[in-house]
């Protein structure tokens, strides 16, 4: 299994590119199934979670063809076509690769009238069920039965529109459900959704297929369904958590970033933090400046929040940073439970952090040391990365292909600007 290798104490300056958000690229991979028509997406970031989303789409009858400036690169375009739905079962093998595998459930009801599809996999952050995916999809008139691992969703007549309130805030969920309702008979209501921007993106490109969708950004979907959706192209916007992960890392070294292809608005929950914490974020004309002017950060609490609070997805990442402060942060995660598993080895490194139940007390160290070190979920692994970045010495983190699931071409990436950083192949 491929490593990377880290060695630390560089200070980061120059440009780096962002690529599309793999968490909007998930959902409206998915969105193909919905039309017999041709569904074109740029900006397409090439990971290894993009590659599982074909593989799953394939089988059910999507013709998918990936070409832009060569097929290695960033912004790719992707064209999905789902002229015929061949098969409406999502197997095991390939959903247990990617939690995600179960946004191809609403779809295929929704047009067909069933599916089959294997309860899903994921990162191992806590239990994530699918329940709220269920009970809505219920309320949308399907029937839905779990059996030897599967969910099997049935609506021979069609789905009929109908008001789903979300007891609390669940991305995949609302977009699911998004996706079922634009097909649907009548109209849908989908209370207190999520309105992160990747619901925004997925839902601008329902409209431009043809979906009537009201209240986009706000916590309050209303539908009114139509028979058939058509072709779009759409561009996949870009992705908040890598702009956010390498805002973290100019910050961790003291360095000057400027982050391009990206908007400051996806990160402005982080932005704060940072702000508070004493590093400058500004937008340029292209993009963020993130930079470091007293060469240190200062502790500051933070509390993970559905969008636009702070995102879970970060948490780990500016966990790093603040293992690396000035004083202390109390850092909270509200949204999954045992999502604190970069705590150990972080610690490995020298960071002193105390976990009480969903908050963890982070006190700054004077300087963090390289180590050799793994994790088990894909933003725990960037926020040792991070971490390695700062530390002194080697660090080794194992497991790479965690990262490789949403970071393209990360030791690239930040070997531009100048960090000492490589992938070890193995073998
Ligand atoms: C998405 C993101 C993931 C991010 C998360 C929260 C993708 C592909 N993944 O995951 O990177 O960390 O949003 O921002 O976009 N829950 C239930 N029942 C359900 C659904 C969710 O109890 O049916 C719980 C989950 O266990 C979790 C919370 O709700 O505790 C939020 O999960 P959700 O927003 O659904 O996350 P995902 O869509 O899986």
Same mark, same amino acid.
Do not use: C, K, Q, Y
């Given at each position: 299994m491929d490593r990377i290798r880290i060695r630390g104490g560089n200070r980061l300056s120059g440009t780096l590119p962002i690529s599309g958000a793999k968490n909007a690229a998930l959902p409206l991979m998915a969105a &193909?199934?919905? +039309?017999?028509k041709t569904l074109t997406l740029s900006n397409l970031p090439y990971l290894a979670d993009i590659t599982s989303m074909s593989n799953l789409l394939l089988p059910l009858g999507v013709s998918v063809s990936v070409n832009g400036?060569?097929? $290695?690169?960033?912004g790719r375009v992707i064209e999905l076509t789902?002229?015929?739905? $061949?098969?409406t079962t999502a197997p095991y093998d390939l959903v247990r690769k990617m939690r &995600?595998?179960?946004?191809?459930l609403g779809p295929l009801v929704a047009r067909c009238g069933e599916a089959q599809v294997s309860l899903p996999g994921g990162c $191992?952050?806590? +239990?994530?069920?699918?329940d709220l995916h269920l009970k809505g999809l219920e309320h949308l008139g399907a029937e839905i039965e779990l059996d030897s691992g599967y969910v099997r969703a049935k609506a021979p007549k069609g789905l009929r529109g109908g008001q789903v309130v979300f007891p609390f805030v669940s991305v995949g969920a609302t977009e699911n459900l998004l996706m079922a309702a634009c097909l649907a008979k009548g109209e849908s209501q989908l209370v207190n959704a999520a309105r992160e921007p990747e619901i925004v993106d997925l839902a601008r490109c329902l409209v431009a297929m043809g979906a009537k969708i009201d209240g986009? /950004? +706000?916590d309050k979907l209303t539908v009114q369904g139509v028979d058939r959706l058509g072709a779009a192209s759409h561009r996949i916007v870009p992705d908040r958590i890598e702009t956010g992960t390498y805002a973290v890392a100019a910050a961790i070294t003291g360095g000057d970033i400027e982050l391009v292809d990206t908007e400051i608005g996806l990160i402005e929950a982080l932005g704060e933090i940072l702000d508070a914490g004493g590093i400058s974020v500004t937008a340029t004309g292209r993009g963020v400046r993130v930079s470091c002017p007293n060469g240190r950060v200062r502790g500051v609490d933070v509390m993970t929040e559905p !969008?636009? /609070?702070?995102?879970t997805d970060l948490q780990a990442q500016i966990m790093a940073l603040m293992a690396t402060a000035d004083g202390a942060a109390m850092i909270t995660e +509200?949204? !999954?439970?045992?999502?604190?598993?970069?705590v150990p080895e972080l610690m490995r490194m020298g960071a002193n952090i105390n976990v009480h139940g969903a908050s963890a007390m982070v006190r700054g160290a004077k300087q963090l040391k390289g180590a050799p070190v793994m994790a088990t979920d894909l933003r725990a692994s960037v926020s040792l990365v991070l971490a390695g970045l700062a530390a002194e010495g080697e660090t080794i983190v194992n497991r790479v292909y965690h990262l490789d699931r949403g970071y393209e071409r990360l030791e690239e990436k930040l070997a531009a600007c100048g960090a000492d950083v490589e992938r070890l192949k193995s073998g």
């Open positions: &193909a199934l919905l +039309t017999d400036n060569g097929s $290695a690169r960033a789902a002229a015929r739905i $061949a098969d &995600a595998s179960i946004l191809v $191992a952050i806590g +239990t994530r069920p699918v986009i /950004g +706000t !969008f636009p /609070g702070f995102p +509200t949204i !999954f439970e045992n999502r604190f598993m970069h």
